[in-house]
């Protein structure tokens, strides 16, 4: 394991007889690189993964876990974050992290993560700290409430992004980090769309200013959900490095809305089933039991619940998935293709999410590890060389001195704080 923040190059394992074919790097006082030939995507081949894959060189991700070795891990984290009130819970983060990166293999190379506990519970505290006073401060007074929100609409953009440069700047494939850069002005306005939609949910919703402001608020996050999300894509993925290379992403937003219509469809289809299996569920146990079933009123809204999730979700990920990641390159000519197929994750959440219920949540690190194994193995990478092959450079550092320029993030700045849980 690689933790120190030196600079740092991949070095290619083909044989030493082989030509050596890199990707194109630019280096200190080298002229610019070529533009790389971008994949045409009018052709058969652009529509065909597997046949696109064929006449590249293709390399699918492996995910060599288990549910027992994860479930091990699982159970220490766990009673730990217990036993310790929540605060052991950043440093189960790290071994959860750290344990799904080394059993993703990309090329027989495991990936790794190297996050600082400490940071991840300092983002933590901080986010924790920012969501109970903005949701709480209009109890207080309505001047509190709005001095709240301008501090969220203020701090919240660069925690976001300081969660995203710490996720990325502590991931590493072959002892190279990935790393992650954007200007202020970028971040606020990707993030803008998001702190509006949170605006109308947890302050204009509950204001209590009447059905027909709640109705317009309702609709106008209906209508601005899906561009807030394609903004926030559109933001993490153009924005990621591995090494001195960049992430890019090309898709319009129009593609986040018909994504979420395909969800509104899964959705309304999930709730009529549920609908129907509750109330047959209901009658038959009411007459069993002579309508002495007070129980039902929590039970069945759980099971409605689980019914939604088990129908909508698979929809919904493999959607995103695929959207996102067949619209993504990194420069040298690498793309990537997902295909994760909905059956597969529908009847695994079907088959094995009731074995979660069945035995309290023991059985979830068997359940997650299974989900898992489908999510990462649907992804593939092509590459018009073998990336096993290929020679990225570290980024340069800032600054003035041997091997610094003002080329990519380096290690010199912090890694930022994570805020997700």
Aim: hydrophobic share 50%; charged share 15%.
């Amino acid at each position: 394991m690689i933790e120190s923040e030196t600079e740092l190059t991949l070095v290619p394992k083909a044989p030493p007889a082989a030509p050596p074919l890199s990707v194109p790097v630019r280096g200190p006082g080298s002229a610019p690189p070529a533009p790389a030939r971008p994949a045409s995507r009018s052709s058969d081949a652009s529509h065909d993964p597997d046949l696109s894959a064929m006449r590249r060189h293709a390399q699918r991700l492996q995910f060599t876990g288990t549910g027992g070795d994860y479930f091990r891990v699982w159970i220490v984290n766990t009673l730990l974050t217990l036993a310790t009130l929540g605060v052991y819970s950043a440093w189960a983060k790290r071994r959860k992290a750290s344990w799904f990166a080394r059993h993703t293999l990309l090329a027989g190379e495991p990936f790794d993560f190297h996050g600082d506990p400490r940071r991840i519970l300092v983002g933590r505290v901080l986010a924790l700290v920012l969501l109970v006073a903005c949701v709480h401060a209009f109890d207080w007074s309505a001047v509190t409430g709005f001095a709240m929100l301008a501090v969220l609409y203020a701090v919240g953009p660069m925690l976001f992004a300081s969660a995203q440069r710490f996720r990325l700047a502590n991931t590493s494939w072959r002892g190279l980090r990935f790393g992650f850069q954007a200007n202020a002005v970028t971040v606020y306005a990707s993030c803008l769309p998001l702190l509006v939609a949170w605006t109308l949910v947890s302050v204009i919703g509950g204001m209590g200013l009447g059905w027909l402001v709640d109705g317009l608020a309702a609709l106008a996050l209906v209508l601005l959900l899906p561009l807030a999300h394609g903004r926030l894509k559109h933001f993490q993925h153009r924005h990621a490095r591995y090494g001195d290379l960049a992430f890019d992403f090309r898709l319009s937003v129009d593609a986040f809305y018909t994504l979420y219509l395909r969800l509104a469809v899964a959705l309304i289809v999930a709730g009529a089933v549920a609908g129907l299996l509750g109330a047959g569920l209901s009658m038959v146990l009411k007459l069993a039991m002579g309508g002495q079933t007070p129980w039902l009123a929590t039970f069945l809204p759980l099971l409605v619940a689980g019914v939604v999730w088990t129908f909508a979700w698979p929809v919904y990920v493999a959607g995103l998935q695929q959207l996102t990641w067949n619209h993504t390159r990194l420069g040298g000519g690498i793309e990537f293709s997902y295909g994760v197929s909905v059956l597969a994750l529908f009847k695994t959440v079907l088959v094995h999410g009731p074995l979660t219920v069945l035995t309290l949540g023991l059985y979830w690190p068997f359940l997650a590890v299974r989900i898992a194994r489908l999510r990462i193995e649907g992804m593939t990478v092509l590459s018009d060389a073998p990336i096993e092959r290929m020679v990225v450079l570290a980024p340069q550092r800032r600054g003035p001195g041997p091997g610094r320029g003002a080329a990519g993030d380096g290690g010199v700045q912090p890694f930022g704080l994570d805020i997700g849980w």
